[in-house]
């Protein structure tokens, strides 16, 4: 079995690639790093180069990502943390998906869910080459493939039940923000119904998962 993890860093959250990296984990074994730096087609944000530290110089005459991602493509199953962004930022892969952060939501109830923060609170067994940092692509990879060999061992799902998963909307139960941040969802359900009406139909930028979410709580 191989999962091929990949990470994107990008000019900023409305795309743009300036590096894309993989690692392979075949039958448990993570192998094969590649990396690239990718040549945007937009200006890198300040705010983008203080995260990662790639700038306009080191991308200069770069391969664009259509060039770059060929070597990426044809693996079975690609592996993401926050999947949804990564596969949003490439060309069209040709392979299943299966996002780490869903994952762990869903096995981990009550953590935060930075693949950082997932490294230290779950104690991951993570080896990374010198000279690489978080928030490189390649660096991240490292981290996101501890996670999922972690994963897969704590839960024991196949690679069919991982892609299920991804595939569908996570219940969320806390709210991130309004005036019961913090607040179980099915509490403010039970209380205050009409604000989580009001935030199904005022508000348009809810996520896939927070709809699902406040509809679950409101049929409960």
């Known amino acids: 079995?191989?999962?091929?993890?990949?990470?994107?860093?990008?000019?900023?959250?409305?795309?743009?690639?300036?590096?894309?990296?993989?690692v392979d984990v075949v039958d448990g074994v993570i192998t094969q790093p590649m990396s690239d730096l990718v040549s945007p087609d937009r200006p890198i944000s300040i705010d983008a180069m203080a995260i990662h530290h790639i700038t306009e110089e080191m991308v200069?005459?770069?391969?664009?990502?259509?060039?770059?991602?060929?070597?990426?493509?044809?693996?079975?199953?690609?592996?993401?943390?926050?999947?949804?962004?990564?596969?949003?930022?490439?060309?069209e892969m040709n392979g299943e998906w299966?996002?780490?952060?869903?994952?762990?939501?869903?096995?981990?109830?009550?953590?935060?869910?930075?693949?950082?923060?997932?490294?230290?609170?779950?104690?991951?067994?993570?080896?990374?080459?010198?000279?690489?940092?978080?928030?490189?692509?390649?660096?991240?990879?490292?981290?996101?493939?501890?996670?999922?060999?972690?994963?897969?061992?704590?839960?024991?799902?196949?690679?069919?039940?991982?892609?299920?998963?991804?595939?569908?909307?996570t219940l969320l139960r806390t709210l991130k923000f309004g005036k019961y941040r913090g607040k179980l969802i099915a509490d403010i359900a039970e209380q205050d119904p009409a604000y989580l009406r009001w935030m199904l139909k005022s508000i348009d930028d809810l996520s896939d998962d927070m709809k699902y979410s406040l509809q679950h709580f409101l049929n409960s």
């Open 60 to 91: 200069e005459g770069k391969p664009r990502i259509a060039v770059a991602v060929r070597r990426y493509q044809g693996s079975r199953y690609y592996v993401a943390h926050n999947a949804a962004f990564d596969r949003a930022m490439l060309p």
């Open 98 to 169: 299966i996002c780490t952060f869903k994952l762990a939501r869903e096995l981990y109830p009550d953590l935060r869910y930075s693949n950082q923060y997932l490294r230290y609170a779950l104690n991951l067994d993570v080896s990374v080459p010198e000279g690489l940092y978080p928030h490189r692509a390649l660096y991240d990879c490292y981290v996101t493939a501890a996670l999922l060999q972690r994963i897969i061992k704590d839960s024991g799902w196949s690679a069919e039940q991982m892609v299920a998963i991804t595939a569908r909307p």
């Open 1 to 22: 079995m191989t999962y091929r993890v990949i990470d994107t860093e990008t000019c900023g959250l409305e795309g743009g690639v300036v590096e894309i990296a993989s």
